[in-house]
């Protein structure tokens, strides 16, 4: 059974950083894309960022591309969301997602079978 846990989210002032963590196990994740939503209150589940688990293709949302960076460790079972110059219209829970199907174009949350329970950022003016 895939699990994905998510960690690191908080309240930050805007203009700063935060490092989003989801560790992954129960399965081999090499032929899975592994994506970052958010949803803001009110909100549909929107698409942050993927990464192929080769880690050699990376995809971004236009409102985050440049600010922030989708990484993974495979030692460590381990996709990473690096939020810089973070901005109030920032502010929503974080899920992380993955599937065996899905290419790094998949933008749409129904395209995902695996889903973290999500973790809350902050950001304040």
């Known amino acids: 059974q895939v699990q994905l846990v998510e960690s690191g989210g908080g309240l930050v002032q805007a203009g700063g950083s935060l490092r989003l963590s989801c560790a992954a196990s129960?399965?081999?994740?090499?032929?899975?894309?592994m994506a970052w939503f958010r949803q803001a209150p009110g909100n549909e589940r929107d698409f942050v960022a993927a990464i192929r688990w080769s880690g050699r293709s990376t995809h971004y949302a236009d409102s985050v591309r440049g600010r922030f960076t989708i990484s993974r460790d495979a030692a460590k079972n381990t996709v990473y969301l690096q939020m810089s110059s973070l901005k109030p219209e920032d502010t929503a829970v974080y899920y992380c997602?993955?599937?065996?199907?899905?290419?790094?174009?998949?933008?749409?949350?129904?395209?995902?079978?695996?889903w973290g329970q999500g973790t809350q950022v902050t950001v304040s003016s």
């Open positions: 129960g399965r081999t994740f090499s032929n899975y894309a």
């Open positions: 997602a993955a599937d065996p199907r899905a290419g790094i174009y998949a933008v749409t949350p129904r395209e995902y079978d695996y």
